[in-house]
């Protein structure tokens, strides 16, 4: 090549700020790599509006839509967990139609604050038959009230609720009651003492749990079981609240603990309640996201040690309902999908992330809003059901574990502090392959870098692809709150459903794909 064309093309090359990286994918799962759930994210509801999420005398259809988009993908819907900071201020009347609540005023940094008085009655348990048939379900009940009549007849209410043949018909089953929500934090929320133990905890959780299991009818035998924990935080070590001290403390020693077959934590990456593009970046960042999840690495050990499930039961960005343009962002939609990922390799089996009415890190806005969700003033004019960038990370996390219900992913070994991958297993056969590059791209003045990524396969006596079928999740910048598309086509439609055609590159694998600053992709193997 002559010298001055080798020159202009180095020069485009610097110019296109392209660089080249070699990602190594196994053709076959190694053994330990671990299989996982179809409905890996999935939803913690926020209890206070329940029926805005559900419908009261009939379905929602947006909301039913969004979560079918995933069953149609998966093969199952996602799971529910209805509860969280409203379910511990939650009283039941048998006659009061769906709920009554009781919110305080709106401010600028929580617009859409949870209600601190919930009064429900069996019409607002039997709205759960709105959801997709073959839906898995968690409630929760009030411990923080500590009152075990209003626990109890919020059991009695949930059980002949799934009992009705319309539950049963439909496949949607209870999976967990969970009894009280962050008891951790009842010390600092003036639930309980400041003095509260996890000791005390534990005993304050059987003396309602063996009522509520009575009243449930739970046994070895049957179908829903309790789930354990659900606390906000960790010491990570055997005092003060986390999974191993509660278990030291004799929790699942007892009559009710033995009903338990799942332990839930709670994670927030962090709290803030004002956003920049720097927090942006930081959230969406390879190594930050590790480090959020890796630190329940000895929760995690404790509870399998025990034979039981581990799973995040809610989680999302940042407190205060989510950073305004942090948590609404693209840029989030990044986070959701690695966070979720990389959770599967620790061994958490799901990732419910927490939703509620105007949050501002909500996947799903499943009714018109009002009022902005980033400081509360009045909008200009109603904002209808809408998705938000966040939900592409179900979609497209759905589109990799694909329809077998027993795809197997396995992190690859991507030597880049910005860009990670996932293979994808089916039978132990790679078949497909997820790329994100969480460099945050924030402002059209810089030039958007991209990653050449060339793929080595290793493995005896498969067969290496040859094409492979490239699918993008376009983002125009890092801080977007809309106007994603995934394979050229968009979830922000009025009823929640795809639409536009579809727009993928069937190309050589030996050609390498290249991955722009805040992008991911999907790679299916031919
Ligand atoms: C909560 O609301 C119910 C029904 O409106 C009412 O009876 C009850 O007194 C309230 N409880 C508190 C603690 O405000
Ligand atoms: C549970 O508590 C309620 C309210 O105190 C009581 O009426 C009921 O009999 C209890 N059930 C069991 C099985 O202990
Ligand atoms: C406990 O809940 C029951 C059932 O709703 C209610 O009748 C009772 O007043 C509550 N007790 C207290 C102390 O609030
Ligand atoms: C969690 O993520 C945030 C950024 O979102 C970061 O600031 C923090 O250091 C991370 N925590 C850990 C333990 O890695």
Redesign the pocket.
């Known amino acids: 090549m002559p010298r001055i064309q080798m020159r202009t093309l180095l020069l485009a090359a610097l110019a296109s700020g392209v660089l080249a990286l070699n990602v190594p994918i196994p053709l076959v799962a190694a053994p330990a790599v671990p299989t996982v759930s179809p409905s890996l994210i999935s939803f913690s509801i926020e209890m206070d509006r329940w029926t805005d999420w559900v419908g009261t005398t009939a379905r929602n259809q947006f909301f039913y839509n969004t979560l079918d988009n995933l069953k149609q993908l998966t093969g199952a819907p996602p799971f529910i967990r209805v509860g969280a900071n409203s379910e511990d201020h939650t ?1 039941f ?1 048998q006659d009061t139609t769906f709920a ?1 609540a ?1 919110f305080p005023p709106p401010t600028a940094t929580v617009p859409y604050p949870e209600a601190t ?1 919930i ?1 429900v009655g069996n019409s607002y348990y039997a709205t759960t038959r709105f959801l997709p048939p073959n839906t898995h379900v968690t409630w929760g009940v009030n411990l923080g009230a500590n009152n075990i009549t209003a626990a109890f007849l919020q059991t009695r209410s949930i059980i002949k609720a799934f009992a009705s043949p319309e539950f049963t018909s439909a496949g949607i089953v209870l999976d967990y009651l969970e009894i009280g929500n962050e008891p951790d934090l009842y010390k600092n929320n003036g639930l309980r003492p400041s003095t509260y133990t996890s000791t005390q905890w534990v005993q304050d959780w059987i003396s309602f749990a063996k009522n509520i299991s009575a009243t449930a009818g739970l046994s070895a035998s049957s179908h829903t079981k309790f789930l354990g924990a659900s606390f906000a935080g960790s010491s990570h070590t055997t005092t003060g609240f986390s999974p191993q001290a509660a278990f030291r403390a004799g929790l699942l020693e007892s009559e009710p603990g033995r009903l338990i077959s799942a332990i839930s934590q709670h994670r927030y990456s962090g709290s803030f309640c004002t956003g920049n593009g720097g927090l942006l970046q930081d959230l969406m960042t390879k190594s930050t996201i590790r480090g959020n999840l890796t630190v329940f690495t000895p929760d995690i050990a404790a509870t399998h040690a025990q034979g039981l499930d581990y799973i995040l039961g809610e989680t999302n960005s940042y407190s205060c309902h989510g950073a305004p343009g942090v948590s609404n962002t693209a840029g989030a939609a990044l986070w959701t999908l690695d966070y979720a990922l990389f959770a599967t390799q620790l061994g958490i089996s799901s990732v419910f992330f927490h939703v509620g009415i105007g949050f501002k890190y909500s996947l799903i806005q499943p009714t018109v809003l009002t009022r902005s969700t980033l400081d509360g003033s009045p909008l200009s004019s109603p904002l209808p059901p809408h998705v938000q960038p966040q939900y592409y990370a179900a979609i497209v996390a759905a589109e990799g574990l694909g329809n077998t219900g027993r795809a197997q992913v396995q992190e690859l070994f991507v030597d880049h502090p910005q860009v990670a991958g996932y293979g994808f297993y089916e039978d132990n056969h790679l078949v497909r392959a997820v790329l994100i590059n969480s460099k945050a791209y924030l402002t059209k003045a810089n030039l958007r870098t991209s990653v050449h990524l060339d793929l080595s396969f290793s493995g005896s006596g498969e067969n290496i692809p040859v094409m492979m079928v490239v699918k993008r999740l376009a983002i125009n910048l890092a801080t977007d709150v809309s106007g994603l598309t995934w394979g050229g086509q968009t979830y922000e439609t009025s009823d929640g459903r795809v639409t536009g055609s579809l727009k993928v590159d069937n190309i050589k694998v030996t050609a390498g794909v290249d991955i722009m600053e805040t992008e991911a992709i999907l790679l299916e193997f031919h």
């Open positions: 009283n009347q009554q009781i008085n009064t």
